[in-house]
C-alpha cells in the first residue's frame, strides 16, 4: 500500500515530482481552510503545509498521519503538542529560504533610508518636493540592530556589514559557535534598541516573543530609527507600533508580516506614509520556493526511510528515538 502525501497547496514540479519518484501517492487537497485539511486528511500518512495551519483537530483527524513537513522555517501555524501526543514529527525547509527573506530586510531597509512610500506618492503632483523636500538617507555607516541571529540574521548582518558598511549589533540569548568579527553580540536587547538605526526581526513567534515589541521598546528606539520585521507579525504589538509612528517616536516602518494576515483594509498602517506593508513575502521567490519544496519532499522520504529528516523542530527531536 502506497504512502499517501496530503497538499492542501501544490508544490513545485520538482517537489511533486521528487514524490512521485519514490513512490508516494500525492493527493491533491481540495483547500486550505481548518474543514478542508479535515475532509482530506482521514486517510493520509503525510502533510506538507505551505500557507495552511494544522491545529489539533486537524492532527486528531488523522489517525494514520507520521509527518508534517513545513514549507519554510517558522512552524507556529503547527500545533506541536498535538502533534507530540499522536507521535507525529514536524520539521521545516530549514534555511531553504534564508536567503529570499533577507534579501528582502535589507530591500526594506533602502526603501525606508530613501523614504520612496512618500517619494512615489508625491512624484507627479509635486516632482520637486519629491525629489528634494523628502528627507533621504543612506545606509552606509548607518547601525543595524538585529534582535535573532539565526540563519536568516546572520545572512542580513553579513549583507549589511560587507555590502553597505553598516555597523551590525545582535541580541540573541540562544546564539552559538563563532561569530564573525562584523557582529557586535549584545547581552541587553535594550541596548540594541537604543543604538540602532534599524532594528531587523529574525526570530520566532513563541509565549516570550509575541508582543515583544511593545511600546516600551518604541520608547527606546531613537526617533530617526526604522522598525523592520520580516519574521512574524505577532511579534509586534500592533497598536504600540502605531501609536509610536503617529506620535513620531519612530521614524518609520517596514513590515512583510503583520498581526492578522491578509491585512484588514481599515488597518491604519496601510495609509501611513511612512509604513511599508506586503503580504509574507520574504520567501515567495522561485528560488526559495524550489529549494523549500524539495527539502519537505526530501524530509518525508527521509522519514518512511528510515533516516531523520535534517529539520526536526527541537521541541520535537526526542520522538526520533522514541
Do not use: W
Not at 21 to 26: M, P
Amino acid at each position: 500500500m502506497s504512502i499517501r502525501v496530503l497538499l492542501p497547496q501544490p508544490l513545485l514540479p520538482e517537489g511533486e515530482s521528487y514524490l512521485r519518484e519514490h513512490g508516494y501517492e500525492i493527493v491533491e487537497g481540495r483547500g486550505t481552510t481548518e474543514q478542508d485539511i479535515v475532509e482530506d486528511i482521514a486517510d493520509c500518512d503525510a502533510l506538507i503545509l505551505r500557507t495552511a495551519k494544522a491545529p489539533q483537530r486537524v492532527i486528531d483527524a488523522a489517525p494514520k498521519l507520521k509527518i508534517i513537513a513545513r514549507h519554510g522555517a517558522g512552524y507556529d501555524g503547527v500545533d506541536v503538542e498535538a502533534a507530540r501526543r499522536n507521535g507525529v514529527l514536524v520539521c521545516t525547509a530549514g534555511p531553504s529560504n534564508a536567503i529570499s527573506v533577507a534579501e528582502l530586510a535589507i530591500f526594506y531597509m533602502l526603501y525606508c533610508s530613501r523614504n520612496f512610500k512618500a517619494v512615489q506618492k508625491h512624484y507627479v503632483d509635486d516632482y520637486k518636493f519629491a525629489k528634494m523636500g523628502i528627507p533621504k538617507t543612506e545606509l552606509h555607516g548607518k547601525t543595524l540592530g538585529l534582535v535573532g541571529l539565526g540563519n536568516i540574521g546572520r545572512l542580513v548582518a553579513r549583507k549589511a556589514a560587507l555590502g553597505f558598511d553598516m555597523k551590525v549589533l545582535a541580541f540573541d540569548p540562544y546564539a552559538s559557535g563563532d561569530l564573525p568579527g562584523y557582529i557586535e553580540l549584545l547581552q541587553d536587547r535594550d541596548e540594541l534598541l537604543a543604538r540602532a538605526d534599524y532594528v531587523s526581526l529574525h526570530l520566532p513567534a513563541t509565549e516570550s516573543t509575541v508582543g515583544s515589541i511593545d511600546s516600551g521598546a518604541f520608547e527606546l528606539m531613537k526617533p530617526t530609527a526604522y522598525l523592520v520585521n520580516t519574521s512574524r507579525g505577532t511579534i509586534v504589538d500592533e497598536p504600540a507600533l502605531v501609536a509610536a509612528l503617529e506620535q513620531g517616536r519612530i521614524a518609520g516602518a517596514a513590515l512583510d508580516v503583520t498581526a492578522q494576515e491578509p491585512i484588514q483594509p481599515d488597518n491604519p498602517l496601510l495609509a501611513m506614509e511612512n509604513v511599508l506593508t506586503a503580504p509574507h513575502i520574504g520567501g515567495a521567490t522561485k528560488e526559495a520556493a524550489f529549494r523549500s519544496s524539495l527539502a519537505c519532499a526530501k524530509a518525508i522520504h527521509d522519514h518512511f526511510s528510515g533516516r531523520t529528516p535534517d529539520f526536526v523542530v527541537p521541541e520535537l527531536r526526542d520522538l526520533i528515538d522514541a
